[in-house]
C-alpha cells in the first residue's frame, strides 16, 4: 500500500504540473475583491507537496493568495472547518459573518457551514461539471444545460446560501452579502 501511494504521490505531482491552470474569471474576481480591501485566504484538501505545486503554477498566472493552507496543515481536512478557522485566525478575520467560503464541492459548502461563514458554491467552472474547460466547451448547449443544472442543484441540495456559474459573479455575491449584513 505504501509503494502504490508513493506512486500515486509521484503521480499527481506530475499531473498537477501539467493540469492546474488558473480557473477562468479567478484573476479578475481576485483583483476586483482586493479593490474592496478584502483579504483572500486559500484552502485544499491536498496534502503539502501538491499544494505548493498548484499554488506555483496559480502564482505565475497571477493568483497570489494572503494565507494558504492545506488538509494536511490541520487536525483534518473537510467537512472539519479547521482549515477555514486558520485562515481566520491568520488574516485576522472576525466574526465568522464576515467571511465567505467559495468552493465547487458539497464538502466545500459543508466545511463552510460548520465553520458559520457564507458558503457560494461554483457550479459552471467547478468540480460538479466533471469537465475540462476544454472538454465543457465541446459539449452541445443541451448537455451543457443539462451538466450546469445537475451541478447547481447538488450545490444548492449541500447548503450553499448562494451558487454562481463562474467567479466573475463573485464580487457581486460579496456586494449582496455586504449589504445583508449592512442592514442587521
Known sequence: IDAMYQDFVALLLKKLEQKSELIPGVAEAVEALREMDIAIGSS?????????VVAARGATE???????????DVPAGRPYPWMIYRVMEHLNICPPEAVVNVGDTPVDIESALNAGVWAVGVAATGNQMGLTLEELNKLTQEEYDKRLIRARETLIRAGAHFVIDTMDELPWIVHEINSRLASV
Open 44 to 52: 485544499t484538501g491536498y496534502f503539502t507537496e501538491a499544494a505548493e
Open 62 to 72: 497571477g493568483y497570489l493568495p494572503d494565507f494558504s493552507i492545506c488538509a494536511s
